[in-house]
């Protein structure tokens, strides 16, 4: 018998036990990949654990469906903007996203993921959030595909390269489908924006991912829509935007469901932008534009997977030197 866990969205509306295949934690790959990052405005995708005798019907109810590609659909909440599962079409293999596990329904949850390698680490030119997960195989493109031995010196010569390119004037953001498309410039000193990381368990839940990154507290007058509007005027137009807390709201894309901004009526004028829609050219983690910070993760105390967080938490400093 497979593990029961309850898995559910922010708002509730997904609220279910689901039976899982295996046991926990779910050994797979974690995937970097330009649509993984920019459907859900996370950095990574885990390789959610398969379901034993998955409830379609009502997957296929509650959830809004939107395929990447032919080969994987992807079902989001439209209340919430929540990632709870998707579908691998060609193997009829139907998984949860990792940061819908909300608990055990029985007995408590110790770890839901181990990882056993990175792949398509190409999309991210940089790497991404694999330097914090060290010590697993490394793959340009599918699991056990394109190894890669030193990914630093593999990744080099793409970031030489944008080293002598000409920054734009603009940070570009996007969901996949390209409803959400936001210009965001530079603080008033001309320096960086911070990127921090939560774990808490809005967090988790509305972005169906485990490890959350945002470029923090960016002013609203500083982001821009297509039209010229700024971010307060434009986001009710282009996303839909949820209650998560009082006072406190999260805006998603509607159409695939990427997570967008989280801000509160107590930082009124400033929110945090979903690190995964982001655009820039020399990598995902926007090093020309956002200074990571690399000594706390916000909210280690909601972690459902607990080990998987002292993971990230003992070598975000790893995020200085790649």
Request: aromatic residues 6%; negative net charge.
């Amino acid at each position: 018998m497979g593990n029961e866990i309850v898995v559910r969205c922010h708002c509730g509306q997904m609220n279910i036990a689901m039976q899982l295949q295996g046991s926990l934690p779910h050994q797979g790959p974690v995937c970097h990949c330009d649509s993984c990052r920019h459907v859900t405005g996370a950095l990574t995708l885990s390789s959610g654990p398969p379901l034993l005798d998955p409830p379609v019907d009502v997957l296929k109810q509650k959830l809004t469906q939107y395929a990447t590609s032919p080969k994987i659909t992807r079902y989001f909440c439209q209340e919430c903007g929540s990632h709870v599962a998707y579908h691998v079409v060609a193997e009829d293999r139907w998984c949860i996203c990792t940061g819908a596990i909300d608990k055990a329904k029985h007995g408590k949850l110790e770890a839901i993921e181990a990882i056993t390698g990175h792949e398509y680490l190409a999309d991210t030119k940089d790497g991404g959030l694999s330097w914090c997960f060290p010590n697993v195989p490394c793959y340009l493109e599918d699991d056990g595909q394109s190894p890669v031995e030193d990914l630093k010196a593999e990744l080099k010569k793409s970031r030489d390269d944008e080293a002598t390119a000409e920054t734009p004037e603009k940070l570009r953001a996007e969901c996949h489908c390209g409803r959400v498309k936001l210009s965001i410039d530079r603080p008033d000193n001309g320096d960086k924006w911070e990127g921090g990381i939560c774990v808490c368990r809005s967090c988790r839940l509305s972005l169906g991912q485990a490890i959350v990154p945002w470029l923090s507290n960016v002013l609203f007058e500083k982001v821009s829509w297509p039209d010229g509007s700024t971010y307060s005027e434009g986001a009710t137009k282009y996303a839909k935007r949820f209650n998560s807390s009082e006072g406190t709201w999260r805006d998603f894309c509607p159409e695939c469901g990427a997570s967008v901004s989280w801000h509160s009526d107590k930082e009124a004028g400033q929110m945090d932008i979903a690190a995964g829609i982001l655009r820039a050219e020399e990598g995902a983690l926007a090093r020309r534009w956002i200074n990571w910070r690399t000594t706390k993760i916000h909210f280690t105390e909601d972690a459902v997977d607990a080990a998987q967080v002292q993971l990230l938490q003992d070598n975000l400093h790893n995020l200085d030197a790649a």
